[in-house]
């Protein structure tokens, strides 16, 4: 490896380049680069050269001072130009990126119900009665902020489901549509097995299958009730995940008995409280977990999030690897047309100065002129 500099030459690879400012600056051709030892040799062979001179008498009396004087800008503005082109012929380029993005994750898909029994506040924080939907949301928020290399979208349901966000990697837009959850979005009822049809629907992604399974891919389902609505059964909705081979955890929201469900008047205020029975159906929750290879939590623990992500850890990992590419700036013209500037301006000073002279013919010297005089008075060589 020839170095100069900072630059580092790969002749083997036909190309070179040397990092500055986080970025890669790169020769195409870098072979053209040789020609500038050219240019050393250029200017000391042009300093050898003689001029020849020719002796004139009287000539002091001829000069007439020229506007451009003699100087070496020329020669230097040209040198200048043809370093730039050389340059130029190189190909410099700015390569941004050339490495392979690689990430290792999950699919996920979370299935929440958002019907009207999640309002029931069996839950406290900081010695304030919370609803259930407060409750969960923490839960949810952790699979957005710790799975940071999981692809994760959300389906919503009550009476009927609807998908909130598809699987994707900005989770920051994920908190945003979380937030904007409450109860009544839907209308009521509480569809297990539609929403959890819906989330396996949206992991069927082509590439991603072996032998008609899916590969690392999990929904995970919060609800608090049982299945009173909607065109697919919890139990028709496991087979599916069942034969494509997709775990579902689920997750039980609420406690079991007598539970108080808050009253608002027609302005959505809260007025008071009932006394409900919690309907929470845990064994068709234990059922899909077990049919499907995956594990059951109840929100009351104080450890759920904890035992959720420590279930999910245990399962496949698969690799995303995003498409590799190089994105190259092409920097020659930044170098060719200052080149090509600078080596026009040194041509055009090296010429001589030409001012025409309108009206008038060029004569011999007159007879008073002191030239002529002296021309005059040299002696002349008979005639034959």
Not at 198 to 216: H, I, M, S, Y
Not at 306 to 329: G, N, V, W
């Amino acid at each position: 490896m020839l170095s100069i500099g900072s630059i580092s030459w790969h002749l083997p690879l036909v190309t070179s380049h040397f990092a500055a400012l986080g970025g890669d600056y790169t020769f195409h051709d870098p072979l053209w680069l040789l020609a500038l030892l050219l240019v050393p040799l250029v200017i000391w062979i042009r300093g050898r050269r003689g001029a020849p001179v020719l002796i004139v008498p009287f000539t002091a009396a001829w000069h007439r001072p020229s506007l451009i004087p003699t100087s070496r800008w020329p020669a230097a503005l040209a040198m200048t130009g043809l370093v730039l082109l050389i340059v130029a012929l190189a190909r410099p380029q700015y390569v941004e990126d050339r490495r392979e993005v690689k990430q290792q994750g999950y699919d996920l898909m979370l299935a929440i119900d958002l019907s009207g029994s999640m309002l029931a506040e069996d839950y406290e924080r900081d010695n304030e009665r919370i609803n259930r939907l407060q409750a969960i949301k923490p839960v949810i928020q952790a699979f957005i902020n710790r799975r940071t290399s999981d692809r994760i979208g959300i389906v919503v349901f009550a009476g009927r489901a609807y998908t909130l966000a598809p699987l994707t990697f900005d989770h920051e837009w994920l908190g945003r549509q979380i937030a904007r959850l409450k109860i009544g979005m839907i209308e009521d009822g509480t569809a297990i097995g539609d929403g959890l049809g819906v989330a396996l629907t949206r992991l069927e992604q082509a590439g991603r299958e072996e032998g008609n399974k899916r590969k690392g891919a999990f929904v995970v389902l919060l609800t608090d009730g049982a299945n009173n609505r909607g065109l697919l059964t919890p139990d028709q909705a496991t087979e599916i995940a069942k034969s494509r081979g997709i775990p579902v955890y689920t997750i039980g929201v609420g406690r079991e008995g007598l539970v108080l469900m808050p009253a608002f008047d027609d302005n959505g205020n809260k007025v008071g409280y009932s006394r409900r029975l919690s309907d929470l159906d845990e064994g068709a929750l234990i059922r899909i977990a077990d049919e499907t290879g995956a594990k059951f939590f109840r929100a009351v623990d104080s450890d759920t999030i904890e035992k959720t992500f420590a279930a999910i850890d245990q399962a496949k990992k698969i690799e995303f690897q995003a498409k590799s590419y190089l994105l190259t700036t092409e920097l020659f013209h930044w170098f060719a047309i200052p080149g090509a500037v600078l080596l026009f301006l040194g041509a055009l000073l090296a010429l001589p100065p030409q001012w025409p002279r309108r009206g008038r013919a060029r004569t011999a010297p007159r007879a008073e002129d002191p030239a002529a005089k002296g021309l005059a008075a040299l002696p002349r060589k008979p005639a034959a």
